[in-house]
């Protein structure tokens, strides 16, 4: 069964720092990769997915394979990233989407 | 993306009673999911909402506590049975959008407490 692992349940970055947050999965197809990001008061939204390989307000997150990570990163931190974030897999056909525990991120002005 | 609402937003029971929670989308979709979020934790799939047949449990879940209804592509419900303050939560539907499978779109969640 597929696994997704986010190691830090909460991450302090002040404002203008690099952020990354940290994503490992277990899989043993060629799963896809999605970051959720939840503002405060705001429903789950989706923040990016690997396949895209987009940036959205200045993150992206690489899939690697050989290490079964998916980190997201931004160079610079803005206090509008303070959210929760969750990593998510899917595993093809008609499997549940898989999410991690969340890390929450509180950017420091 | 598909527009998703929930009712109640929230709402505050006593035990022993039931909850039914909607979701509407405003769009025909493919898959409808229900998820609860206990505090503090992460998304836990309850179910697949499937049309004209019986919902799909996950592991823990049973349609005796959680009974799920999808009379259409638009529209389901999930009743929270005789309940317990253990099942204090946010409830949260989510919809895979047509001819995309994979990208879950969430509704706003439902809180609920119960006494």
């Known amino acids: 069964a597929q696994r997704v692992t986010q190691p830090e349940k909460l991450l302090s970055v002040f404002k203008g720092a690099p952020v990354e947050l940290k994503c490992n999965y277990s899989?043993?197809?060629?799963?896809?990769l999605f970051w959720y990001v939840q503002y405060s008061r705001q429903r789950l939204q989706l923040l990016l997915r690997?396949?895209s390989r987009e940036s959205i307000k200045g993150f992206t997150a690489d899939l690697n394979k050989g290490e079964t990570s998916f980190h997201l990163k931004k160079p610079f931190a803005q206090e509008e990233d303070s959210a929760m974030y969750y990593c998510?897999?899917?595993?093809?056909?008609?499997?549940?989407?898989?999410f991690g525990t969340g890390t929450r991120l509180t950017i420091i002005p | 993306s598909a527009v998703i609402s929930q009712k109640p937003s929230r709402d505050i029971c006593q035990r022993g009673t039931s909850l039914t929670i909607q979701c509407q989308v405003d769009?025909?979709?493919?898959?409808m999911f229900w998820y609860r979020q206990q505090p503090g934790q992460s998304l836990t799939l309850i179910a697949t909402a499937n049309q004209g047949s019986e919902a799909t449990y996950e592991s823990g879940f049973v349609i005796d506590k959680f009974p799920i209804s999808r009379p259409n592509l638009t529209f389901s419900t999930l009743t929270v049975s005789n309940m317990s303050p253990e099942d204090s939560s946010i409830y949260l539907c989510s919809v895979t959008a047509s001819g995309s499978t994979d990208t879950q779109y969430f509704g706003p969640g439902t809180r609920l407490t119960v006494l």
């Open positions: 769009s025909q979709v493919t898959m």
């Open positions: 690997h396949i």
């Open positions: 998510a897999l899917y595993a093809g056909g008609n499997e549940k989407l898989t």
């Open positions: 899989y043993s197809g060629s799963p896809e």
